[in-house]
């Protein structure tokens, strides 16, 4: 059974960075696409950002395209989100996410089977 732990995340300023980090504990990792979600109160969880099997490809959602990166090792089995450039409106809880089955990109939930525990990203002044 997979397990992700996310570290990372907490408080910043607007237009700072934060950077988040989800390690998997299978080594099957490296052959499935990870995801990035995020859930903000009361809204619903939105797709962040994806990356494919080889880190190669990567597809972001619009609201953070050009200011998160996303990004993985596959040697250490973790996959990264560089978030840059900070808004009020990025504050939520992110989630990293593995599929067991997807090898490209993709920001359909449904497409992702192991889930991080979430971690809090609040920005602030």
């Keep these: ?3 992700l732990v996310q570290s990372g995340g907490g ?4 237009g700072g960075s934060l950077s988040l ?8 990792f490296s052959r499935f696409a990870m995801g990035w979600f995020r859930q903000a109160p009361e809204k619903e969880r939105e797709f962040v950002a994806s990356i ?3 880190g190669k ?3 972001y959602a ?3 395209k050009g200011r998160f990166t996303v990004s993985r090792d596959n040697d250490k089995n973790t996959v990264y ?6 808004k009020f409106e990025d504050t939520a809880v992110y989630y990293c996410a593995e599929s067991a089955r997807i090898v490209i990109v993709t920001a359909d939930p449904d497409d992702y089977d192991y889930w991080g525990q979430g971690t809090q990203v609040t920005v602030s002044s």
């Design 21 to 28: 980090s989800c390690a998997a504990s299978e080594r099957t």
């Design 57 to 59: 490809s990567t597809y």
């Design 1 to 3: 059974q997979e397990h």
């Design 62 to 64: 619009d609201s953070v």
């Design 81 to 86: 989100l560089q978030m840059n450039g900070l």
């Design 11 to 14: 408080v910043v300023q607007p």
């Design 52 to 54: 494919n099997w080889s």
